[in-house]
């Protein structure tokens, strides 16, 4: 015990930048539990997935073309206000927000709440964590045009 006590006098510093490290991992995961924001790791969201949830890619409709998630519905972040009303279709069927890094998707998530979405959910580190994770990503069927078509 004396031997952690001199470490604690000799080290003043460090300790206490320990403490305070400690004590504001504890305040962000309570204020993130009051908020009701929950982010799921890629793994989990495939288990969300199989469970029937729908999935909202909030990326625009070009990265949404170059690849994502199996059966997602590509709703940019901006007009997600606009489509809630839309999803309240949906019942109580989860939601999985998706971005590019996790951020978006977070506040995406916390927008649907407010709208009135019990469970919707954020994917922990976006689709650069579902990539990483050697999930698969499906790109959009590129139609030909009408001009090649004529040949």
């Keep these: 015990m004396n031997t952690y006590l001199e470490f604690t006098s000799n080290h003043a510093l460090l300790v206490g930048a ?3 490290s400690f004590f504001l991992l ?4 309570l204020r993130r539990k009051s908020l009701g924001i929950t ?5 989990d ?6 469970a029937d949830a729908v999935v909202i890619d909030l990326r625009n409709a070009e990265a949404f073309a170059r690849g994502h998630i199996v059966n997602a519905k590509n709703i940019p972040m901006d007009e997600l206000d606009a489509e809630s009303e839309k999803l309240k ?6 939601i999985l927000t998706v971005c590019d890094a996790g951020m978006t998707s977070s506040r995406a998530a916390n927008t ?4 009135g979405f019990e469970s ?3 994917l922990k580190g976006g689709l650069t964590a579902w990539t990483q994770a050697n999930l698969p990503l499906v790109a959009a ?6 001009s090649k078509s004529k040949k």
Excluded at 39 to 43: G, I, L
Excluded at 45 to 50: E, G, Q, S, Y
Excluded at 141 to 146: G, P
Aim: charged share 25%; no cysteine.
């Design 45 to 50: 969201a495939v288990a969300l997935i199989n």
């Design 112 to 115: 649907l709440r407010k709208a």
């Design 89 to 94: 279709k949906l019942g109580s069927k989860p």
């Design 120 to 122: 919707v959910y954020g």
């Design 26 to 29: 504890i305040f962000t995961e």
């Design 18 to 20: 320990l403490v305070f």
């Design 141 to 146: 069927k590129k139609t030909k045009s009408k």
């Design 39 to 43: 982010n799921v790791e890629p793994q």
